[in-house]
C-alpha cells in the first residue's frame, strides 16, 4: 500500500475547504483506499492530507488521468506544498484501515534515521514503540510506511481524543525513547498534532 503525505500553508481558507470537498471525486478512481486529513494544531493555516493507495501503479495512473481535474479548484489557495510518497512497511496495531471517520486526531511523525541505523530503528518500532502505542487507551489504528530513499519514514497514528494522546505522550516517550536507542537511530525528527476535519475524509 502507498501513503501519500500532503502539507500545504492555506492562505484561501474558504476557498481551499470548497476545493477540498472535489475530493470525494477520488471515490470512483481504481486502487483508492482512502483520504483524510485536517489542521495542525502548532502552526497556523498548515493543512496534512494523507491518502492511501493499494499500490505505486494505481496512483500513478490516477495523476496521469484524474488528478489535475480535481485539483484545479484548490489552485491559488495554498502555498508550499510539499508531498511525500511512502511505502506501507506495518500496521502500528492490529486491523489497520485508511479509515478516518471515527478519529479525532491525527499525530505525524517523520523521521530521517542514520542509514547505518535503519534496520534497528524499524525493529525497535516493531518491538517497542508498537507496543506501548497499541495498548495506549484512546489509539484507534496507525501505520509505519517507509520512503524509497530508505533513510526516511513515517508513523501516523489515529486517536479518539486530545486527552488520551497526551497521557501516552507525558507518561511514557521518554522512557521508551531510551528503551529504544532513538537518539542514536535518528538524525532527525519532525512531527505535527493535527485536528481531523471531519468534510475532508473521503
Known amino acids: 500500500m502507498l501513503v501519500k503525505w500532503m502539507r500545504c500553508t492555506v492562505v484561501d ?55 489535475d481535474r480535481l485539483h484545479s479548484s484548490q489552485v491559488g489557495t495554498y502555498k508550499d506544498m510539499q508531498v511525500r510518497l511512502f511505502e506501507y512497511r506495518f500496521e ?14 491525527l499525530r ?31 489509539m484507534l489504528r496507525g501505520v509505519f510506511a517507509q520512503a524509497h530513499t530508505e533513510d526516511e519514514f513515517l508513523v501516523l497514528s489515529m486517536w479518539d481524543s486530545t486527552a488520551e494522546h497526551g497521557k501516552y505522550r507525558t507518561e511514557r516517550v521518554e522512557r521508551l525513547a531510551l528503551r529504544a536507542q532513538t537518539g542514536a537511530d535518528v538524525a532527525a525528527v519532525a512531527g505535527d498534532v493535527i485536528d481531523l476535519e471531519p468534510s475532508w475524509t473521503v
Open 13 to 67: 481558507r474558504r476557498g481551499f475547504e470548497r476545493g477540498q470537498r472535489k475530493w470525494a471525486g477520488l471515490l470512483g478512481e481504481p486502487g483508492f483506499r482512502g483520504q483524510g486529513g485536517g489542521w495542525s494544531r502548532a502552526r497556523d493555516g498548515v493543512a496534512h492530507l494523507f491518502g492511501f493507495w493499494e499500490s505505486r501503479a494505481f496512483y500513478d495512473s490516477f495523476m496521469a488521468r484524474s488528478h
Open 108 to 138: 505525524v511523525a517523520h523521521c530521517r534515521v542514520r542509514p547505518d541505523r535503519a534496520e534497528h530503528y524499524t525493529l525497535m518500532q516493531e518491538k517497542v514503540w508498537n507496543p506501548a502505542m497499541a495498548g495506549s487507551p484512546g
Open 92 to 105: 502500528v496495531k492490529s486491523g489497520f484501515r485508511p479509515v478516518f471517520t471515527d478519529a479525532d486526531l
